[in-house]
């Protein structure tokens, strides 16, 4: 079955084939994978199932950023169809929708504007101009929302603001630097360098790392016990059979846990054994299998222990594009959500969902959305490894010939240190307001970066502007409870 999709700019032409190429619909918590035909129209006709779905795509928005943006049918998602479904003006309906929900909160009068402005540019047929109008107030509103909840509710003194901590002793200020904005560091436990040679463990780094964290007062986290990244693993293990995988899992989780028993409480217990990183070609059962059997030799080594399962890529384009980034692709590849609900239902005990955010090309309201579907299954959250960028090398690349995909993207203006520090305090002041998020971590403290750039520190050890943000906000969360400032004005529909 196949539903039908107009994808135009604003003067009517069919927007750039790249993007209609990114078209993808989903199910609740499970990306469908994109298979589209592209009429010389530029409509596309993309296969769905005869249920409701939601339609994502990449667009590039006048004064707001080049993102992934979604059209859910005015919450009622899209059958198939084929009188065509205009994207723009979905995608538009969908974010007035949102704004909706926040219908008599308390708002400043820069929110009210640009809700104004969004229905004044759809009156008059700019959808693009009106949708990305619309995506600014719904962030602002999100923010803004979130800023009122931190106000009307006590400092969390026990929050843990994090960083990956693998870097400290190569520089002499490093960890004390690390100390003023983080409590919270993240020790590398990666098997290819923990042992190189089958058996023959090297503690001597993490000893010094954590004997360093604790120096400072810092919670440590182990990072991860295990890991099916073909890279991240040792030759003597790579193309193991599954049993053989299972008994080098139980023995390195059990020997990593009763060493620093009683030191580390926090473990990432087993990191993206969704379908993204199946280095072992484990399928889906035997990967919640080998995630049952990680949290069990944690419990068994360390009653104590914090058992975190970590998930990356968390709104799952990649199964909608059918890639991963090892082992097979299957039909259906299997989401984050799909991975984590498949866990529960098979009674695998775990204490915290851990997600990898590094910056996910949506825009903040999207971002609150996704974090609902993860806190409904109702585990703490916290967020493992996050970044952006603070600068974007060279001229911008030509939009019509940008490969896309959910790891590049743009919001609201050029990456640079103020547009990260943005993100920064947006996104911590949302996340922080959150009950179910309890850590957040910063991946990475120095350079070079996962995220190019997207350090807390230069390449010189200075720190970016995001460091004395994340200072300020710090000290904002900790000053005393005080009553819910005076109302501001209420959003003005129009």
Known sequence: MTLTVKMIDAVGAPLARNRLESLYASLPGQPLRRYS????DGTVDLEVPNLPVTLHARLDLPEFGDLWVTADGRGGGFLPSSSPVDFGTEALATALAELERYTGTEVSPAVRAQVRAAHFLARKGDVLGALAQALWAGEALVVEKARRRLAQNPPRLDFLFGCNAFQLLKGTHRATTFAEVFNFATLPFY???LEPEEGQPRY?????LLQTAEDHGLVAKGHPLWWGNTDCNPPWLRNADLARVRSTCERVVRQSVERYRGRIRYWDVINEAHDFANG?????????ELTRLCCDTVRQSDPEAV???????PFAEYVADGTVAHGPVRDPIVSPLTYLKG?????VEFEVIGIQLYFPVRDL???DRLLDEYAALGKPIHITEMGVSARRDGAPPDPAKLQLNYTNGRWRHEWSQKVQADWVEAFYTLAYSRPEIQALTWWDFVEPAFIHCGSVLDAHDQPREMYFRLQELRREWSRPFTPDPAPLARVFWC
């Not at 035909?37 to 010389?40: E, G, L, S």
């Not at 058992?307 to 890529?313: D, E, K, L, Q, S």
């Open 37 to 40: 035909q592209i009429r010389p």
């Open 191 to 193: 098997l290819v360098a």
């Open 204 to 208: 001597d780094e993490i000893d010094r």
């Open 280 to 288: 072992f070609s484990l399928s889906p059962v035997e990967n919640i």
């Open 307 to 313: 058992r975190i399962v970590n998930v990356c890529a």
């Open 343 to 347: 866990l529960l239902a098979a009674g």
């Open 365 to 367: 309201v999207a971002i």
